[in-house]
């Protein structure tokens, strides 16, 4: 499967965005998603994650309550919707596809397939 993600952007703190990660190649059904970023000179961190069918969602403490990962399997799509944009914030932002469907998997090594990253800045 492919990922191409989209929606980056500069915003100003206190604002939203909303990303999209489309999938290519093969259906969205047979993944679990999701959203992980990295900051300039930081590892990769996890963001989000969805199950297969949208009926379990994992997120980071850090965006609890800000952030909300969705997904419509008949467009092929995933979104993260971020809400109370923070400076902490801006990193690249990238979707990845885990092969195993359920679960609440965090680690990067856990998916196997990633987009190419969508940068987010938000100013203060």
């Known amino acids: 499967v492919q990922l191409q993600a989209s929606g980056g952007g500069l915003v100003q703190a206190g604002g939203s965005l909303r990303l999209s990660c489309e999938a290519f190649?093969?259906?969205?059904?047979?993944?679990?998603m999701g959203w992980f970023r990295q900051a300039p000179g930081k590892e990769r961190e996890f963001v989000a994650r969805?199950?297969?069918?949208?009926?379990?969602?994992y997120y980071a403490d850090s965006v609890k309550g800000r952030f909300t990962i969705s997904r419509d399997n008949a467009k092929n799509t995933v979104y993260l919707q971020m809400n109370i944009l923070l400076p902490v914030d801006t990193a690249v932002y990238y979707c990845?596809?885990?092969?195993?469907?359920?679960?609440?998997?965090?680690?990067?090594?856990?998916?196997?397939?990633w987009g190419q990253g969508t940068l987010v800045t938000v100013s203060s």
């Open positions: 990845a596809a885990d092969r195993d469907r359920f679960g609440g998997e965090t680690r990067p090594d856990e998916y196997e397939y």
């Open positions: 190649g093969r259906t969205l059904r047979s993944y679990a």
């Open positions: 969805i199950t297969w069918s949208g009926s379990n969602t």
